[in-house]
């Protein structure tokens, strides 16, 4: 019987472990984290036949923390290599590269970073490129420039310095290139700069580098390309390829073979591994910046409904920028529904989503695609279709009548998006306009603040209101830059009430965002603190012109959703300010990391401005109190 036992022991100890089924005494005992029931990421289970991955080269990835595992499914619809965490697990610590873990199932912190790396290569994008160094991308009040090219710009000697050997042959290739187009000087952009960058460090580090080996084992999707030559995507690739080539200044086949592209689909393959696996580098705020690349995170496979988000928070030292961190991935932008987010990873990385989401049963409604009850009963009804215009609330299964209307609704709802998109940065002010006019007509047919169009336009609209909101303080002259002049009413001409106006119709704005994107996004997902920040020091604006303080003001409910309403004024601004900082505080904790991150840069200024905000609920307490008491010592005077 011991024996048997033995053998049993020694079968078990061969198979893969799964941690989707062990049980907290399990994890007590041998010290791993226990997954809490609500605010985790799920690490997703591998299919029964995934293996681990063998490696290409011993010492590949050896920017891979031990807590995560590359993985392979070949199965009919497997996802082909992935990275996997080795433990089920909850928000909790910073795991870096190279170091060993200390598992503690009583490690409490918040934002569960998995992954922190830098990036093997990156660029800015030219608009980025004057005011932000392009070594650690951080900004400064004053930054040098190169003095041989004289467009790439660093924040000191030392950022400088370390970027040279990078930037050495960058350097010529731009100064040929401005000679080479000098009736036109318009520079590559950041995909073409980042290219050749990578392909001049790859030349100088050798093919058989692991840097090297790591960029070549990325997925290439060359044999997927349209065979049309008049296709879009070929004439984007054909582009692509003739810009680098230029870039590179290669003249010949024997110059090409130099840099490792001994023929036409070797140049393709490396177009394709960059356009399939490169990613957006962002502020603290999630503005893009540029493109970088990153072989290891790439790894990570898509979902439409993610559970691990990359981001850039800056909370280390500018040595380590560019800090890429892997925190709770997706490849698209996932407030889209289905069929558009189907349509973009197809024409963009060649595969159909399986996802939770994608597979849903047909019963199952998405916010993305869902539209209230018109007979309020507190139900929902999916979005009927061209296909299927017949739709039943889930609640009291009475149908859309006026389906017509809602369709129409819809289809002038998304050519507007389409059209303010293409205006934004053009005619910003007409885009306002439109903006304006499209959400009402959307949230009348009974949009829920998720669906789409309506959540695209409410964030566009959004971010155009804060971006051109007036600001007034008496007494002083607002200087304006000649951008905002042109697309907006000078503020010294707009009284006080012109300008709370405007604050209250922002505020309002940024509330339908943050409802929509609460609908649809985990709780700690970065894009949902960013836009609770915004809004939260939206409430903290001074106010030029305060309502009266006995009507009743404020959020149906007391709750942020949707519904005609007055912005809050006064002390019920103050509060609700605060009370939405704190959210925004917590989940930027998670979005960024906790720990040492503290949520990044953009949770550090959250919470100084929290700082700020209860000194000044204080000082308004106080006030209020002293003259509460001088009321009370009048009164005993005149008795």
């Keep these: 019987m011991s024996d048997f036992t033995k053998l049993k022991a020694q079968r078990k100890a061969k198979e893969i472990k799964s941690y989707s089924s062990r049980t907290v005494a399990q994890d007590k005992e041998e010290g791993l984290e226990i997954p809490e029931k609500r605010s985790s990421p ?70 569960d970073i998995l992954l922190s790396i830098t990036p093997h290569i990156a660029a800015l994008s030219n608009e980025r490129l004057e005011d932000h160094c392009s070594k650690c991308f951080g900004t400064g009040s004053v930054l040098r420039r190169c003095t041989g090219c004289k467009i790439i710009f660093y924040c000191d000697s030392t950022c400088q310095s370390k970027d040279w050997s990078t930037h050495k042959q960058e350097c010529s290739a731009l100064q040929q290139w401005l000679k080479a187009n000098a009736a036109s000087p318009n520079i590559p952009g950041d995909a073409i700069r980042c290219l050749g960058r990578m392909i001049w460090k790859k030349r100088k580090l050798g093919k058989e580098s692991l840097w090297s080996q790591e960029l070549d084992a990325m997925q290439s999707h060359r044999a997927s390309l349209s065979k049309d030559a008049n296709s879009h995507e070929s004439q984007v690739y054909t582009q692509l390829a003739h810009a680098l080539i230029r870039f590179l200044g290669l003249n010949s086949p024997q110059e090409m073979i130099e840099y490792g592209m001994k023929s036409a689909a070797d140049l393709v393959d490396i177009v394709s591994q960059f356009t399939t696996n490169t990613f957006t580098i962002s502020s603290p705020e999630l503005t893009p910046l540029g493109a970088c690349i990153s072989p290891l995170v790439a790894l990570i496979n898509h979902s439409c409904e993610p559970n691990a988000v990359v981001v850039f928070p800056r909370a280390t030292s500018k040595d380590q920028e560019p800090l890429m961190q892997v925190i709770l991935t997706s490849y698209i932008d996932t407030s889209l529904p289905r069929a558009l987010r189907q349509k973009q990873l197809r024409e963009t990385y060649y595969f159909n989503c399986r996802c939770s989401l994608c597979t849903q049963k047909s019963d199952f409604i998405d916010l993305r695609e869902a539209m209230f009850c018109s007979k309020r009963c507190g139900g929902m009804c999916p979005l009927p279709t061209e296909e299927n215009s017949l739709v039943r609330c889930n609640k009291c299964q009475i149908a859309v009548k006026d389906t017509d209307a809602v369709l129409d609704a819809v289809r002038v709802g998304q050519e507007g998006l389409d059209k303010a998109d293409a205006l934004q940065f053009s005619d910003p002010q007409k885009t306002i306009q439109l903006t304006t006019n499209l959400v009402p007509i959307l949230t009348s047919v009974g949009l829920v603040p998720a669906a789409h169009p309506l959540l695209g336009l409410s964030r566009l609209l959004t971010s155009l209101l804060i971006a051109y909101l007036p600001s007034y303080e008496a007494g002083v002259e607002e200087i304006q830059s000649p951008e905002i002049q042109k697309s907006q ?34 709780q700690g997902h970065p894009v949902r603190g960013i836009a609770l920040a915004e809004l939260g020091k939206l409430l903290c604006v001074d106010e030029p012109s305060p309502k009266d303080l006995s009507r009743k003001t404020g959020y149906p409910s007391g709750s942020m959703t949707l519904g005609p309403f007055d912005a809050p004024s006064g002390p019920q601004r103050l509060k609700l300010a605060y009370d939405t900082l704190r959210q925004a505080r917590a989940e930027l904790m998670i979005g960024f990391g906790g720990g040492s991150n503290e949520g990044g840069e953009a949770g550090n200024g959250v919470r100084n401005l929290l700082v700020n905000l209860e000194k000044e609920m204080a000082v308004w307490k106080d006030g209020v109190k002293n003259v509460v008491q001088d009321a009370r010592l009048a009164g005993l005077q005149k008795s």
């Design 42 to 111: 799920r690490v997703e289970v591998p299919a029964k036949n995934a293996v681990v991955e063998p490696k290409l080269s011993d010492d590949l990835y050896k920017s891979l923390p031990q807590t995560l595992e590359i993985r392979v499914d070949n199965s009919e619809n497997g996802s082909g290599r992935g990275l996997y965490s080795r433990y089920s697990r909850r928000p909790g610590k910073v795991i870096l590269p190279g170091r060993r873990q200390k598992y503690s199932p009583y490690f409490q912190s918040i934002g």
């Design 489 to 522: 009413v000078s503020a010294s001409i707009l009284s006080p009430a012109d300008i709370q106006e405007a604050l209250d119709e922002t505020v309002k704005a940024a509330t339908r965002s943050c409802t929509g994107l609460s609908q649809i996004l985990t």
